[in-house]
């Protein structure tokens, strides 16, 4: 592993710089505010059958943990982009990826990435995520980061390949026991709890679980393990285990519960097209379940928007984020967990952070109105980031999921997509909507596409978008400024 650079007591200044003006690219929150985009700082959006939560108490030192499959290890990262840790954010001493290595879980160092440690990876977006968490502090919450109360730890639980089977525990609530995935997590979190626990014994601090990133659902996708229900239980199930059986043993002064936060898998035709999963998304669908059903879960983006490695000569689907999309896919997550905190901190019920539809309603014999969840700015289509798709990804469905066709020799019953209000798409048809028209989709991916592929330029994806990004924006690592949009999840609504 490459040596760490960079301490709380040796920061290199115009690179803090560089990543803290990557958060808005007007001056905070204020201007923020006077451009309509108070959702950086406020309210959004909430679940409405969502309870009040908790309100969360920060402590010194919070763990940000990533977990899942291949993404969250960083698998097509290589090679590590940050290679320097420019606050006081940590990792464990054999980095971010420690596997169940009891040497590499021996002390804290400063957080960075690198292409070591045990996996395939590379970049994993740990250090975007605590860093970019710091950067929005600083810019949203005008609190300068030495002023900060709370600093960061992060490392990644995940595993590449497994099903979400493989990280269960067992059902029965006293028995902290699991598969293997969840023994080999429960192991990594008790070696951080007991480093951050001596830190805070020595200097006084306190320490917390904030947050769990979860990146997987490509080994479920095949069809051979998960149905969307199970799926969906599951991962409400994981949660909640997270909660009460890891949590609240290792961290019994903490009486909130950890945010848990989805980064959308959106690679289903990536199997190609003799796949159950093409143009079947039935995991990323279970994914939006388990988040709109939860008061706990929360989407953060779909994964479309982002490049993916090219590994056809390794004879692999196309699955994986590049380094820079893993990078960029950290900071995404900091975002949201600073919406998430603001709201905690309020005693309020989560908001959704994520662009998503909310309902369909027919407005004519030709017209259907299709209402969003906008977290901030306006609705907007747009082809110049991710590629053009049928429909700007929106089909009509029955009630099995099928498409419903003009005739025999059209399946697509859709004639054009235009936006007719701020949170609202109008879909014009070609004929008189059919009886069997149940639902609107979105995102599953066009037929005609047969491309084995992912990601913004191929594959199943929409070309709806908020206009968050035209004031918050990411700093790639060769200098280039990326908006920091919200795109439409994959998902699908009932049609009324």
Same mark, same amino acid.
Do not use: M
């Given at each position: 592993m490459k040596k760490p650079s960079g301490s709380s007591h040796d920061i290199d200044e115009p690179r803090r710089a560089f990543v803290r003006d990557g958060a808005l690219i007007a001056a905070g929150a204020a201007l923020a505010e006077a451009f309509g985009l108070s959702w950086l700082a406020g309210a959004t959006a909430r679940a409405a059958e969502a309870p009040p939560l908790e309100t969360i /108490? %920060?402590?010194? %030192? !919070? $763990?940000? &943990?990533?977990?899942g499959q291949s993404n969250a290890v960083g698998?097509?990262?290589?090679?590590?982009?940050? $290679?320097?840790?420019?606050y006081a954010n940590v990792t464990f001493n054999g980095g971010v990826r420690p596997g169940t290595d009891a040497a590499a879980m021996t002390s804290l160092v400063?957080?960075? !990435? =690198?292409?070591?440690?045990?996996?395939?990876?590379?970049? /994993?977006?740990?250090?975007? #995520?605590?860093?970019? &968490?710091?950067?929005?502090?600083?810019?949203?919450? %005008?609190?300068p980061w030495r002023a900060q109360y709370s600093r960061y730890s992060a490392f990644t639980g995940a595993e590449g390949g497994r099903p979400i089977g493989y990280f269960a525990t067992f059902l029965d609530d006293t028995n902290p026991g699991g598969y293997q995935g969840w023994l080999n997590n429960q192991l990594r979190l008790r070696a951080m709890f007991s480093l951050m626990r001596a830190e805070a014994q020595r200097d006084g601090g306190s320490i917390g679980w904030l947050a769990t990133t979860w990146q997987q659902g490509e080994t479920d996708s095949t069809g051979? =393990? !998960?149905?969307? @229900? =199970?799926? %969906?239980?599951? $991962? /409400?199930? &994981?949660?909640? @285990?997270?909660? $009460?059986?890891? #949590?609240q043993v290792e961290l019994p002064e903490q009486s909130w519960r950890p945010l848990w936060i989805v980064a959308q898998v959106c690679s289903h035709n990536s199997y190609g097209t003799s796949s159950m999963a093409f143009c079947n998304p039935f995991i990323a669908l279970a994914q939006r379940d388990a #988040?709109?059903?939860?008061?706990?879960l929360r989407m953060v983006n779909p994964q479309y928007i982002f490049d993916y490695a090219d590994e056809a000569a390794l004879k692999h689907p196309m699955l994986h984020l590049t380094n820079e999309s893993h990078r960029w896919q950290g900071r995404y997550f900091a975002r949201a967990i600073l919406q998430l905190i603001h709201d905690r901190m309020a005693g309020v019920p989560l908001r959704h952070p994520a662009l998503d539809m909310i309902s369909a309603r027919r407005v004519g014999a030709r017209d259907i109105d299709v209402v969003f969840n906008v977290p901030?700015? /306006? &609705?907007?289509i747009d082809t110049r980031w991710v590629a053009a798709t049928r429909n700007a990804g929106f089909d009509i469905r029955d009630a099995r999921g099928a498409l419903v066709p003009v005739d025999a020799t059209d399946d697509n019953l859709v004639a054009g997509v235009r936006v007719v209000g701020n949170d609202t798409l109008r879909l014009r048809l070609k004929a008189d909507l059919p009886v069997a028209a149940q639902k609107i989709s979105l995102g599953w991916?066009?037929? @005609? !596409?047969?491309h084995a592929v992912a990601g913004r330029h191929g594959g199943p994806r929409t070309n709806i978008r908020d206009t968050a990004g035209d004031l918050d924006t990411y700093v790639a690592s060769d200098g280039s400024t990326r908006p920091m949009h919200n795109y439409a999840l994959v998902g699908d609504v009932a049609l009324t």
């Open positions: /108490v %920060r402590a010194r %030192r !919070e $763990l940000i &943990l990533f977990h698998t097509g990262g290589t090679p590590a982009l940050t $290679l320097q840790q420019i400063p957080l960075v !990435e =690198s292409d070591g440690g045990h996996g395939t990876g590379g970049e /994993v977006g740990t250090n975007a #995520c605590a860093d970019g &968490l710091v950067a929005y502090t600083e810019t949203i919450d %005008r609190v051979l =393990s !998960e149905t969307r @229900a =199970s799926y %969906r239980s599951k $991962l /409400v199930a &994981l949660e909640r @285990a997270h909660w $009460l059986k890891i #949590c #988040c709109l059903g939860s008061p706990y901030g700015g /306006v &609705l907007t991916g066009d037929p @005609a !596409e047969i």
